[in-house]
Each structure stands twice: as structure tokens, then as C-alpha cells.
């Protein structure tokens, strides 16, 4: 079992930054081996991916990938000594306000099944 505490969440004016921290642990958690993920779930709307750190290979070389909508605005970053991922979200806008859960799976392949609390993210106008 794995266990994921999201941080860093707030409010913040439009075309400002957030940084969202989650920190992961667990009695037989290899963190490195883990993919990553942020999602987030706006009021009234269905949970969406927001962007994954995805391990590429048997080793520590991992491959990020984005939703469209926050391309080139976000950037998902992972310390594997802390055990920590990271989402840097820069050009904030009122329609990134949502609930940011972070994620955790096996592999590729497999269901996201390990989920943070969450962290409330709120950019006004």
C-alpha cells in the first residue's frame, strides 16, 4: 500500500504559479519504480489527467507527458531520494481551479490505484 500526501495547494490571482508537492511512502514502496501522476477534478466535472511522470525502461529514466490544456504551462518533476513529484504550475487560469490528486501505479499498464487526498487549487480573476 502506498500512501500519498498532496501540499502546496491555494489561492492565486490568474496568470500566477503554484507548486504541488506529494509525498509518497509505504513498508515495501520502491518510490523509482513507481509512475506518477497529478489529476484534478473541478467542481461539477469528472476527474481529469493532468499530467504523469512514467518510468521508461528498467531504470530511473522517466517520460513526462501533459493534457493539452496545460502543455507548456505545467511541468511535473519527481526526487526519487525524497520521494517526492512535483507540479509546477505556472500561467495560471480561473479554469485550472479544481481539486489536484496525485497519483501512483505500477506500471504503464496498470490502474491508477493509490490516490492522495487531494489539494484545493483556486485562481481567480
Known amino acids: 500500500q502506498v500512501q500519498l500526501v498532496e501540499s502546496g495547494g491555494g489561492l492565486v490571482q490568474a496568470g500566477g504559479s503554484l507548486l504541488l508537492s506529494c509525498a509518497a511512502s509505504?513498508?515495501?514502496?520502491?518510490?523509482?519504480?513507481?509512475?506518477m501522476g497529478w489529476f484534478r477534478q473541478a467542481p461539477g466535472k469528472e476527474r481529469e489527467f493532468v499530467a504523469a511522470s512514467t518510468r521508461s525502461g528498467g531504470g530511473t529514466t522517466y517520460l513526462n507527458s501533459f493534457a493539452n490544456s496545460v502543455k507548456g504551462r505545467f511541468t511535473i518533476s519527481r526526487d526519487n531520494a525524497k520521494n517526492t513529484v512535483l507540479l509546477r504550475m505556472n500561467s495560471l487560469k480561473p479554469e485550472d481551479t479544481a481539486v489536484y490528486y496525485c497519483?501512483?501505479?505500477?506500471?504503464?499498464?496498470?490502474?491508477?490505484?493509490?490516490w492522495g487526498q487531494g489539494t484545493q487549487v483556486t485562481v481567480s480573476l
Open positions: 509505504g513498508r515495501t514502496f520502491t518510490f523509482s519504480t513507481y509512475n
Open positions: 497519483a501512483a501505479r505500477t506500471t504503464s499498464n496498470s490502474a491508477w490505484d493509490n
